[in-house]
């Protein structure tokens, strides 16, 4: 089965640029860390320094050392036991700054981590319904969960070693100076060869790593809808060609890693020559300085060390580099999404209470995708306040989506929707959606009880009203037969419960809402006869002096409405009362005969299914 893939927009602002804007809040925090990192550094080649001149007190016979020259101390065992007290410091001061600077760059990372999680699911929860038709679930998911980890990954350590990396090549460059300038060039040759192939591996690893982040997003989607639609893939023994699928994507997943890994794993044997290099022109030059008497022994010995210690941690920079590319291509999808505008923004106003629930329709018209594709054309339609009315018409005509632009899921292309006279643009969704109570013929559960789920509109009612809620559904006797009653885990998505019960706990969850409008679509399509008789016999006392709007496909439900609008192709074509529409002999007349068996349906075509 082909499938479309939709990809997460890419920010195209300098994403390192664009995390130290994100991470404005913690300016001092980092600032912090960089300075306990540097310290670190500071501490770690000193113990290089105070082994030349543990050389320089051993072979120097006669004339003073540097360190006699510092302390003022002649005799050279003291000065011996001056450099090992020295030394104990260092090492102490270098393992307390170790621990201190990684703590802080890690808390870092954690606090970053979960703020971009948070932030990004936040944002995701102000998007309007067109946009997560236009996404897939899984790669939403690779987003809000993969690519957040991989941004922790690298905030991890990679800033502490790239800052000890810079600082080591400052501070050794400052001892090479000052002790030999021109063993320093000899030393420092490697450096721009190491930065030239660090820019041209980090060029050729930027659009591999973007390509994994993509390829993680399919198989996020693969696995989503595979895990989702378990039952329909067991019903239709379809479990090997989705296996195949998820192969496919998994496959092509490998393939994307395999190539970044096959470019910045050649990085690391380039920066290993490079070292050799460096260290070998170091040995030749600085030794043979030190046999010709030019440069101290001491001098030698410490410059020898500074190379290893200039070079060696060069050797992790590609690992350091390769991370940071994996961080850098997920924050452009972290940010893309954090970039992405809502379509459909709240108002500022509130509703006067108490809400009365007046609402009305005026030349409203709405579209899915363009103009020739309306949905709505038109409409007109006033619901007093109090009064129960329905819309009915055959499927596509339109009814849910009346529904959404009451809700401000989607935003009408044209005409106004008011409630208590106040345009719906104008209101916040605080109050536009808090006096609303919404059963969607879409039941969702959410995991957890069914106390949790009932009281997800209402989160501080009691137990009083939440049974009595459960009761005025038809839902208390079921409930309260199960061992745990309200304490019952329903599942995710309440799979552990059957169709009907899943849709009697939402409509009791809308109830116990207590709205001032009630919105009920298709909200007893999933219930028996008997069961949708006494929800209907419930909600004729629930939606007194209560505005409520029913969609139904069965018109028998709502045949006792103030108002029942009939809607064709997106547009009105009839209103009155049950009685009045019969008596008419319209559309809602030609309707109610073939759901009484009075008219037969009309005839459905042939199909030749061998």
Sequence with gaps: MATTRTV??????????????????????????????????????APELLIGAAVDIVVTTHGETFVGRVTGVSNRMDQLTILVVATVVIWLLESASEYLAIV?????SQRLEHEARMDCYRHVQDLEMAYFEDQSSGGLMAVLNDDVNQLERFLDMGPHKLTITAANVVFVGITFLVMSPKLALVAFVPIPVIVIGSLRYQRRLQPRYAKVRAAAGVIGDALTNGLGGIATIKAFNAQKREIERVRVDSDAYRVANEEAIVTS???RPLIRTAVLAGFAMTLIFGGRAAIQGTLAVGF?????????RLLWPLVDLGEVLDNYQRAMASCRRIFGLLGTKPGIVPGTRDLVEPVRGDIEFR???FAYGTAEQEVLRGITLKFAAGETHAIVGATGAGKSTVLKVLL??????????TLDGVAIDELTFRSLRGATGFVSQDVFLFQGTIRENLIYGRADA???QIRRAAELAEAATFIEALPDGYDTVVGERGQKLSGGQRQRLTIARAILRDPRVLILDEATSAVDNETEAAIQRSLARVSVNRTTIVIAHRLSTVRHATCIHVLDAGRIVEEGTHDELVARGGLYHALWMVQTG???APDAPEFDLR
Aim: proline fraction near 5%; charge should be neutral; hydrophobic fraction near 45%.
């Design 8 to 45: 997460i927009p890419l920010s195209e602002t300098p994403p390192l640029r664009e995390l130290w804007q994100y991470s404005r809040g913690h300016r001092g925090r980092v600032i912090l860390a960089f300075c306990l990192s540097v310290a670190n550094k500071i501490f770690d080649i």
């Design 104 to 108: 802080t760059w890690r808390n870092l």
């Design 265 to 267: 794993t050649a990085f």
């Design 300 to 308: 030698f010995s410490t410059l020898v060390y500074m190379t290893q």
């Design 363 to 365: 030349d409203v018209h």
């Design 408 to 417: 401000r899921l989607y935003e009408p292309t044209a005409g106004v929707v």
């Design 462 to 464: 009691t137990d009083a």
């Design 598 to 600: 009075e008219a037969a």
